[in-house]
């Protein structure tokens, strides 16, 4: 016997089987819908994005490239920074003072010396010759020939401009000069640049290789010189140590002084002389410390402000006794002070004794 709403149970589960389907189809249909239309939505976005980005891109690669164009104007290839001069002048300094090591004492020293070099040149550049030096000047000759050895490079490859004919020196300031006149006015970039494109250009013609072989042969004839009547060595060995004189010393000495020349820069060499301005009666003191790099002629060492704590900065440290190398600074432009790039060396007699506090005032 059926049960009185048996049938209506057993129909209602089948009903709602076929309703969830649908009802799931339906959705998932609009949740999709909506994904895609999310995900649309982002990518439109993402595309647009991108459309700028690119558009951006573009730009930039326009200006970079009209920067490109416009760069050599402010900023000239041939421009050395004061790091780079700085760095190759103490190579250099390194080089010729090694070199200059690797000689044997000279017994005779100062009567050589005094022979090669005129008295009255000694006691201009020199005014501690004979009288100041602590042990006599035989003990500090690796100084004073190193001095001598730059001040003859120098004089071969820095004096003056690195173009070897002095008549074409004086054509390239005339029409730099020149230039200034012109109107409308040349900017000054673009004067430097010329300056720097113009000297570059005539260093590489072979008649400027012929000047610049002229200047090692004289460079080399002066070292040679200046050395022989110091040292009896035979031929194969004055060859050997001149050989590294010149790719050691020479070779780096003309190609900075060629860099130097190209830049736009103008820099000034600080010889330090007259003596009896920088140093009245050749006394050095502390605070010449901030200007110069100072060596003891005694203990052949750099002197640091460590070394003398005791001191004032107005204490006098020690005698003038001879400038080893000079220094360097870039000029300044209009309106700027000059830059220092490296500091001059000095060889200078210490006091042994820091001198005495003066007395205080008694009450």
């Given at each position: 016997m059926d049960h009185p709403g048996t049938g209506q149970q057993l129909d209602r589960p089948q009903e709602m089987l076929l309703e969830n389907p649908r009802r799931l189809r339906n959705e998932l249909e609009l949740k999709y819908d909506s994904l895609v239309d999310c995900y649309e939505n982002q990518l439109t976005q993402k595309d647009k994005g991108l459309q700028e980005a690119e558009s951006r891109i573009r730009y930039l690669e326009k200006e970079l490239s009209g920067s490109h164009i416009k760069l050599p104007n402010y900023v000239s290839d041939y421009q050395i920074s004061d790091a780079k001069i700085q760095e190759g002048l103490r190579i250099l300094r390194d080089n010729i003072s090694n070199w200059v090591e690797s000689f044997p004492d000279t017994l005779i020293f100062e009567e050589l010396f005094v022979r090669k070099i005129s008295k009255e040149v000694l006691l201009k550049l020199m005014p501690g010759w004979t009288h100041s030096f602590p042990n006599g000047p035989d003990d500090a000759q690796m100084e004073l020939m190193t001095s001598v050895i730059f001040k003859l490079t120098w004089n071969c490859l820095f004096k003056g401009s690195i173009l070897g004919n002095q008549t074409h020196q004086e054509l390239l300031?005339?029409?730099?000069?020149?230039?200034?006149?012109?109107?409308?006015?040349?900017?000054?970039?673009?004067?430097?640049?010329?300056?720097?494109?113009?000297?570059?250009?005539?260093?590489?013609?072979?008649?400027?290789?012929?000047?610049?072989?002229?200047?090692?042969?004289?460079?080399?004839?002066?070292?040679?010189?200046?050395?022989?009547?110091?040292?009896?060595?035979?031929?194969?060995?004055?060859?050997?140590?001149?050989?590294?004189?010149?790719m050691q010393i020479a070779s780096p000495a003309a190609e900075l002084a060629a860099r130097m020349a190209s830049s736009p820069s103008q820099y000034g060499w600080l010889m330090c002389f007259p003596v009896h301005k920088q140093f009245p009666e050749q006394v050095v003191r502390k605070n010449h410390l901030k200007r110069f790099t100072i060596i003891d002629a005694e203990s052949h060492n750099k002197i640091q402000f460590s070394d003398l704590e005791s001191f004032n900065d107005s204490d006098m440290i020690g005698v003038f006794l001879a400038l080893v190398f000079p220094g360097l600074s870039r000029c300044g432009e209009e309106g700027h002070s000059n830059v220092l790039i490296e500091k001059p060396v000095i060889l200078i007699a210490t006091l042994t004794t820091p001198p005495s506090a003066p007395p205080e005032n008694e009450t």
């Open positions: 300031s005339h029409i730099q000069e020149g230039m200034s006149y012109l109107s409308p006015r040349i900017d000054l970039e673009s004067m430097n640049a010329w300056k720097a494109d113009t000297i570059r250009a005539y260093m590489a013609h072979p008649r400027y290789r012929e000047v610049a072989e002229t200047r090692y042969r004289n460079l080399k004839g002066s070292i040679y010189r200046f050395l022989g009547d110091f040292y009896r060595f035979d031929e194969s060995h004055w060859e050997h140590k001149l050989e590294r004189f010149m």
